[in-house]
């Protein structure tokens, strides 16, 4: 061990990996509609705009979005973090989680799930690879619309460190001068 490092359980590493933005899954399925939180998701491709999300298999909206093939990812602020929390805390099998919890549900363009009216962005998701579900219930969807606040810029977003604990995204630095034109 070197030295002024600890040992550090490897099932904790997600307070360092684990980027966020905390995100609201949003789905619908035969008149049904739910809300998930989230936070084990990647971006895998610019264009086409591909997303890879962990959505467990004893989740109720594991199921709306298995047999939709649809979803809405969207980006709260720090406004909602209790909603935040709750909603990833209860299973929307026995509750309407818009009514719980006050969102607003919109209807969205393109897919059947609603988007929330008081996230910041909110992005229109299709199932385009199924292919690692069953292993690692692991989706990939494309983003085919996104829906973006004008203000602000730079949203106070969630970003989770395990055991209840969240970091705030914060101060803004650029560095785009030192980028290469096609890294940007
Ligand atoms: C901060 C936070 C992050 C979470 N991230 C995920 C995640 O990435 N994938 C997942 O399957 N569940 C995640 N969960 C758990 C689900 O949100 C939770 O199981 C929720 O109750 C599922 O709701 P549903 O059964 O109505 O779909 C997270 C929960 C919290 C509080």
């Known amino acids: 061990m070197s030295k002024g490092k600890s040992d550090f359980p490897v099932a904790n590493i ?7 933005p905390i995100v609201l899954v949003s789905s ?30 004893g989740n ?8 939709s093939g649809e979803c809405v990812i969207n980006v709260p602020t720090t406004a909602l973090t209790n909603k935040v929390v709750g909603i990833g805390n209860c299973s929307g099998a026995s509750v309407d989680k818009f009514k719980k919890f006050r969102l607003t549900a919109e209807p969205a363009e393109k897919v059947g799930a609603p988007l929330i009216a008081e996230c910041h962005a909110k992005f229109e998701c299709k199932l385009n690879d199924d292919r690692l579900v069953e292993q690692y219930n692991f989706f990939i969807f494309e983003v085919v619309k996104a829906h973006v606040a004008r203000r602000p810029k730079y949203p106070q977003t969630l970003h989770y460190t395990g055991d209840g604990v969240f970091m705030v995204s914060g101060k803004i630095i650029s560095r785009k001068s030192l980028f290469r034109p096609g890294m940007l």
């Open 14 to 20: 997600r307070r360092y990996l684990e980027p966020g």
């Open 28 to 57: 619908a399925w035969r008149g049904e509609r739910n809300i998930m939180t989230m936070g084990w998701h990647t971006v895998l491709e610019f264009v086409p705009a591909l997303v890879g999300c962990v959505i467990s298999s």
């Open 60 to 67: 109720h909206s594991f199921d709306l979005i298995r047999r």
